[in-house]
DNA sequence: ACCTATTCGAACTTTTTCGAACGTTTTTTT
DNA sequence: AAAAAAACGTTCGAAAAAGTTCGAATAGGT
């Protein structure tokens, strides 16, 4: 067996559960613990996963968006606060708009005024900060839960009939090259839905997002009609990155 | 078990519930108390949650879990906590559930136990109740919002495809000749497609709900194969609904 | 044949997990 | 409110599991 493609699986398997053990890795490809181990070093220096005792695990900064409970997002609580009440100034009452999972776009949900909007989410945290917002039409396309959001859905024709005004979108990592990225292949085809069916495209992301990629492109920068961050991204960054269709704002 | 991925349930439930108990979790686990601590004490040093005796809570300010819901139905609560407990005898692990809206099977959700499970509901209330049970599968259909239910016919096909086992259907008004009943025509066609796919039937209703009709049938009484209902229900009430196809049982 | 990358063995170190005895806090009983 | 009981926590240390380092054997490519 090639390494790569013991890498393929292991990224595989990563995606699937999270996490992976040396032993189970070890036993499943008939290779000892050390060379499971060096497979791992190497991704680990790509940046794929992180290492722990007895195996490894997504890495922090990938996994983020997959999972809104983790600690990590606090962490940089007050730029995506930022970046949230800046999103608030497009949208209007009577809008019709999508928010994409995430720990960004969850606190754009909790600054929604409760009047007449229309937002499509398959964030289950999202959904339970508009459960008293009764103003808001709340649109969910269905799925089963992974973490805390519904993915895998069946039904994303249904979605395509509808007429999303503006989509506010989250990645793991946005790159010059290869765009904006995530860790987990399951939320690709909702994502691609919802921008396929917004006229407008907003992405949210604070400055630890930029000069990063995960594992799998989802979208270029060219889809991307505004890119909100907050103050942190250097001002190399914000020369590179000013450069393409999208605008890129800086919220204070 | 990884450490890291006990590491991260840990904090998954914590910010879902608030707090977490140590004897809870090294049952959770299958490892001993002592080692829930250390876990405990790894995370307090990085400041992920604050150590109480028996267990930890958010490190943050809410010693509480996040409840910005609306007025539950508190009317005859007791009574269908009653019923709640005496449904979940007929929960085994691994069963493939639908929990229908309403307010008690939003008890059966509370009272779910986390363990292998899967759980369909286009309840809002009760996928909050279960955001933080990791190991229950939850699966939703779509639909938009019209209160805390999810309703819209949209992807009832792909419904179909699911195999349900148990459904505990609720009701607004059940009765002799007009069988299940309620009052606005948009959850009958979920509530139709739930039966049609579930191979066993229980219907969970307190005393109140007997002996009247609301405005549309949307399905009789011999489609249920278990009534479960309260004590307080009349033996008069009692002699006339045993007869049917349906097993009559109260909760005590 | 030479170089390089992969894989693994073996001795040694670290981390993790847990048992058991002994304090401490919380709850219940009197 | 004091005493007793139960539950929880701490310390020490040992056993097991996982990781590290070093170096050697193997296989592929040039």
């Known amino acids: 067996m090639l390494a790569a493609a013991r890498h393929q699986i292991i990224l595989e398997r990563l995606l699937a559960e999270g996490a992976v053990q040396v032993s189970e890795l070890s036993e499943r490809f008939g290779v000892t613990p050390k060379t499971i181990r060096e497979d791992l070093e190497k991704l680990e220096e790509k940046g794929l996963l992180r290492r722990t005792h007895g195996g490894a695990v997504a890495s922090a900064e990938e996994a983020e968006p997959m999972l809104p409970l983790q600690i990590p997002n606090t962490k940089h609580l007050s730029e995506k606060e930022a970046i949230a009440r800046h999103a608030l100034r497009y949208i209007q009452p009577n809008d019709v708009i999508a928010l994409d999972a995430g720990s960004t776009t969850l606190e754009i949900a909790k600054r929604l ?68 990225t995530v860790f987990t292949g399951e939320l690709i085809d909702l994502k691609k839905a919802y921008m396929t069916n917004a006229r407008e495209i907003y992405c949210v992301a604070d400055h630890t997002k930029f000069d990063r990629a995960a594992l799998l492109t989802f979208a270029s920068l060219d889809e991307v009609d505004v890119l909100i961050t907050d103050a942190g991204l250097t001002d190399d960054a914000v020369r590179r990155y000013e450069g393409g269709r999208a605008t890129l704002e800086r919220a204070l």
Chains 1, 2 share one sequence.
């Open 113 to 180: 005024p409760n009047e007449p909007l229309t937002v499509l989410t398959n964030d289950l945290l999202i959904m339970q900060e508009l459960i008293g917002k009764d103003r808001i039409r709340l649109v969910v396309p269905g799925g089963y839960r992974q973490r805390n959001v519904l993915i895998g859905n069946e039904a994303l024709d249904w979605l395509n009939r509808l007429n999303v005004q503006k989509l506010f979108l989250t990645a793991t990592g946005i790159h010059e090259k290869y765009g904006l």
